[in-house]
């Protein structure tokens, strides 16, 4: 089964960016949907973006105008470029193949923190 190593993250202050990258240790040329989740402290692990085999895309809201989020198949990755970053936006980001319903199909792997500081 396809694994996923988040990596990217770090410490950005408002107003600034991050690129987070999702490396598969398979293809996901055959993974209809991907997407990226973020889960911070107390609160529930939710979705942030999600991207199709033909490029249709998700936002939360939250997020909508900021965040942008592609996949590159020939190189088995999917990116979510984060600007206009917000301290509400600190959380462990972590990304999953999904279902046609959004849903999780993989285990969760470490994620990548991001820490936003106002």
């Known amino acids: 089964q396809v694994q996923l190593v988040e990596s990217g993250g770090g410490l950005a202050q408002a107003g600034g960016s991050l690129r987070l990258s999702c490396a598969a240790s398979g293809r996901i040329s055959n993974i209809n949907v991907m997407g990226w989740f973020r889960q911070a402290p107390g609160k529930q692990r939710e979705l942030v973006a999600s991207?199709?085999?033909?490029?249709?895309?998700t936002y939360a809201d939250t997020v909508k105008g900021r965040f942008t989020i592609s996949r590159d198949n020939a190189k088995n990755t999917v990116n979510l470029q984060m600007n206009y970053l917000k301290p509400e936006d600190t959380a462990v980001y972590y990304c999953?193949?999904?279902?046609?319903?959004?849903?999780?199909?993989?285990?969760w792997g470490q994620g990548t923190q991001v820490t936003v500081s106002s």
């Open positions: 999953n193949a999904l279902t046609v319903t959004l849903r999780p199909l993989l285990g």
């Open positions: 991207i199709s085999i033909s490029t249709s895309i």
